[in-house]
Each structure stands twice: as C-alpha cells, then as structure tokens.
C-alpha cells in the first residue's frame, strides 16, 4: 500500500509521511512537485542525450512549486537553471539557498532575473506553466498584468539563437481558445493565447506531449522502487 499525496500544504504531506507508516509521494504540494521533475529531466535526457551542462531557462511565476522544484532537481543534475520572472514573482529565498547550495555541489548553477534577453540567450529548453496556480483563480488580473510580457512566443525564441531549443509545459496550457477555460479568459481579459503562443506549443520546438507520455513511465518508476517485490 502507498499513498499519493495533492495537497495545498507542504507540512501536510511531510506529516502524512511521518504518521502514516506507508510509503507516500508527493503528488505536489503549493511549493514542490517532485514527480513532475522525473517526466521533465527524463525529456529533456531524451532530446539531448545527457543533463549535466544544459541550460534551462523557465518563464512566468518564479514562486510556484514548478520553478522552486526546477531550481533545486536541476542543480542536482548539474542543469544551469535560470528563472526569469517578475521581482515581485521571485522563488522563495530559502528555495533559492538550497538550490544553490546543491548547484555548488554538483556543478549546476541558478540564476534568478527579470531580464528575457538574458535568461533566454544560448538555452536548450524554455519551460512554462499557469500564470494562476489552483486555488489562486482571484489573482487572474493581477497575474495577467504581471506576466503578459513573459508570454514564451517565437520572439522569445529567437532570443535564444538556437535552432535546436524545446519547449516544456507540465499542463494543462493555455494557448488558445478551443476550451470552455480558454473562451472564459478571452472573454474577461481578452487574451487569446496566455503563457504560451499556439504557434509556439504545436511548433517542432515542442516537447509537451512527451514530457506527458514520460509522466506515465516514470510513475512506473516510482512505484516499481516503493511497492516492494
């Protein structure tokens, strides 16, 4: 028996895990989501061939459990990651500390800016997720206003100066209006295409669908080393 853990609350979980007497995995919580990091570096494994020396540049809020769990697994591969992002959208410092802590170890590095140009230039892989996490549907607006200059589209991928650059999304995305979301927001806000251009998620450069599939095969994973023979 193991249990599987999507909960708001970090402590939730670690106490889950402390009382329970059963294996538990993390599912994500509001700061981490570890299981998302094995489909992300297993794909990006995939289309390069190795981890140690890539250079990983996500976009959009700097302060959710993707970015955080970005920072500290890819310093532990030897990734250089760069978190490009609003000042006020930031990781959180102690985040930021392991991070580095750990890229000094393996031979990784972490950059946190708000500067496209600068996170963008040389990288293999531009990674984005949701402007609102669950459970913060309030702040639409607020994030909007926020992000919208951190839309990934082919300008931002120009910036790059690679042809060979992939695009990451843990999903779901919101790139167009064909969903009942998606009309909703276009509606409100008028915006069409939000964290990532159409052109750019159905475009060659993106790797979306594979980072899915590998969800699959490397929860097998996870299982195969808590379940036992």
């Not at 549907?137 to 992000?147: D, T």
């Not at 009942?180 to 993106?206: N, P, W």
Request: proline share 2%.
């Amino acid at each position: 028996m193991v249990l599987n853990s999507v909960v708001f609350s970090q402590q939730a979980v670690e106490d889950l895990a402390k009382f329970s007497g059963v294996p538990v995995w993390n599912g994500l919580t509001d700061d981490w989501h570890p299981t998302q990091m094995l489909a992300d570096f297993m794909t990006i494994k995939e289309n390069f061939g190795y981890l140690e020396g890539i250079n990983l540049t996500y976009v959009g809020d700097g302060c959710n459990n993707i970015a955080h769990s970005l920072m500290v697994a890819g310093a532990m591969l030897g990734v250089n990651v760069r978190i490009c992002t609003p000042k006020s959208l930031n990781p959180k410092e102690a985040y930021v500390d392991i991070a580095k802590e750990k890229a000094s170890q393996y031979g990784g590095s972490v950059m946190i800016t708000d500067n496209i140009a600068e996170a963008v230039e040389n990288t293999d892989a531009i990674y984005t997720d949701v402007w609102v996490s669950m459970g913060e549907e309030s702040e639409f607006e607020q994030r909007i206003n926020l992000l919208k200059d951190y839309q990934v589209n082919q300008q931002m991928f120009d910036l790059t100066g690679k042809d060979s650059t992939i695009f990451l999304h843990c999903l779901p995305a919101f790139h167009d209006t064909n969903t009942l979301y998606g009309q909703e927001i276009y509606e409100k806000y008028g915006l069409a295409e939000m964290e990532v251009t159409d052109q750019i998620f159905r475009s060659e450069h993106s790797k979306v669908f594979d980072q899915a599939e590998n969800r699959m095969h490397t929860i097998k994973a996870v299982m195969a080393a808590t379940l036992g023979s």
